[in-house]
């Protein structure tokens, strides 16, 4: 059976109506095109357009360009509803790239609406088992489609549409007690002048292993803005000049915020600045927030 299949390699691994001629219509009578209203056509994407969306401590984004569709993490179960209403607005129904940093449930809770609602082509995910009703729901929802995942076991590229991709695998087969949270895998997204990197849930040991990044316009912070005993390491290492945080105001550590401030790292929440988008043409990056500015 493919859900068995798939268990074990996570383990291991305007409608068109007819108008009818009326016999009593005075010929003279007649309909002026003009009146007649198109629906609104969905906003063009150019460059690199990437959507943070608010859905408390979890994390849910979103990477389009012109001809590319990019998921990373689908926050909780009812959270990917919006994902999928705002790529439907969009006029997208395919998904090039479902990436999911690691399988805690405000990462992959939103996995299976997304698989079941959209055209997913591929999904990444790194290889190590975890249980958990998501992940289960996540698990049924590809044997549905026929979709097996790719564990990345080793770092790997691809491009999509002038967007050059960095997947970094974790080092380790074991990193403790607890040690979900440090198999996330952690993206770099180069468009242009402009690199964004998107670090998942990675606590001390993995962000030891991605000090190496190099620098980053943007940073997507690790593990919802949670104090992390070396954060000032990487912010040194990676010196973000944005760095978006998702998270609820009650996990947004004081600690990391002044972490951020002392760096004049120009900094946003979703818990404070709601549904956060940035925008880069591949010269400049532009980072708006939904409220708060």
Sequence with gaps: MLKKRIAALLSAAFMITSVACDKTTAPSESVDITDITEPPRPAEVTGLEVTFFDVGKADAMLLLSENSTVIIDCGERGDSKQIVNY???????????????????????????????????????????????????????????????????????????????????PDKRNYGVNDDNDFSLVTK???????????????????????????????????????????????????????????????????????????????????????ITAVSDGKTLTVTPEKGV
């Design 87 to 169: 790529l439907k607005e969009r006029g997208r129904d395919t998904v090039d790239y479902l990436i999911l940093t690691h399988y805690d449930k405000d990462h992959v809770g939103g996995a299976a609406k997304v698989i079941n609602s959209l055209d997913v082509k591929n999904i990444l995910g790194p290889d190590h088992n975890q249980q958990s009703e998501e992940v289960d729901r996540y698990i049924d929802a590809m044997n549905e489609k026929n979709i097996i995942p790719q564990l990345v076991t080793e770092d790997m590229s691809f491009t999509l549409d002038g967007m050059d991709f960095t997947v970094d695998a």
């Design 189 to 275: 997204v180069v468009h242009g002048d402009n690199t964004l990197i998107f670090a998942g849930d990675a606590m001390e040991q993995r962000l030891d292993e991605v000090m190496d990044m190099g620098d980053c316009d943007l940073l997507k912070v690790p593990y919802h803005g949670r104090k992390i005993a070396n954060l000032g390491d990487f912010l040194n290492a990676v010196t973000p000049e944005y760095a978006v945080v998702c998270t609820s105001k009650e996990e947004f550590a004081g600690n990391v915020q002044k972490q951020l401030s002392k760096r004049n790292i120009t900094y946003y929440s979703t818990c404070f600045n709601g549904r």
